[in-house]
């Protein structure tokens, strides 16, 4: 037989929802700042965004919105067809795909380094590799651009020894690259301290067992070390390709997405569009994008997912 509760069971939970329903209140008064900033500036935004790349939408509109004419998917055959989108999207994909584990090694490297060799200045170095993260992009930006020039440092140095450097920047085949090596030299700091986080968790004890069986250096690095740092790993990839795919800064302030387009990207391709007043068609390419940083995530968590 089910029992029910009394009148003074229910008179005495009267309060106690009435206590709750004025809490949540509370909450959501204490929330309300926060929903409308987001509201005003972030999901109506993107939300008219995603309905405008749907849309011939362009500078003209912008006095009478509603009158643009819906064209469905053609604003995204239109940017598959034009060559100046898939080249931007190449060259997206050459910047990740080297940058990203070139990144990832440099830093891992480092920690390594600063976990078991070097104790003394470990601050000291750890700072000096974090700095460029907190410094301007667009100011390490100006400065590798004098670095890189025909007549700049790399180049003075080089001479030095005898060999003639390229004009880095104004190169198709070396424009490209001295951005990732630029792009490495400045993110390396991030997950250099990520990944050294990540090393000072994995049990010393584990380590020294393995190491009274037998096994050396690198076996214990690549059985144990790795296989315990996959959640950091995984941070680290995720964090760099939302990064590295949406780079934006390097070729604007650096080469114009020059020469040659050899360094137009995806946002720098949007904004460009944008700025011609063709917001249809930006609104469509960030989506690309979008959707490009939601696979590429995607394709970490499932490899690098913890086992257990």
Known sequence: ?????????????????????????????FALPFVIIFGAFMLVPLLSSF?????????????SPFAVAFTGLDQYTALFADAQFRRSMIN????????????????LA??????????????????????????S??????????????????????????VTGPNWLNDTAWAMPSMILMAVWRNMGTLMIIFLAGLQTISQEMLEAAEVDGANARQ??????????????????VLLSVGYLQFFEEPFVMTGGGPLDSTLSVSYFTYNEFGFGQYGQASAASYVLFVAIVILSLVQFRALR???
């Open 1 to 29: 037989m089910v029992s029910t509760p009394g009148p003074a069971a229910v008179r005495s939970s009267r309060p106690q929802r009435s206590r709750q329903r004025k809490n949540g209140l509370v909450a959501w008064l």
């Open 51 to 63: 309905v405008m790349s749907f849309t011939d939408f362009t500078s003209r509109d912008v006095q």
């Open 92 to 107: 997206t994909a050459y910047f990740v795909v080297v940058g990203i584990p070139l990144t990832m090694i440099v830093a």
């Open 110 to 135: 480092l920690a390594v380094a600063l976990n078991s060799g070097i104790t003394r200045f470990r601050t000291v170095f750890r700072t000096g590799f974090f700095t460029p993260v907190v410094t």
């Open 137 to 162: 992009i667009v100011a390490i930006a100006v400065v590798w651009r004098f670095i890189l020039q025909d007549d700049g440092l790399i180049n003075i140095v080089l001479g030095s020894i005898g």
């Open 220 to 237: 214990r690095f690549f059985s144990i070390t790795l296989p315990a740092l996959r959640p950091t790993l995984l941070l680290g990839g």
């Open 306 to 308: 913890s086992k257990d």
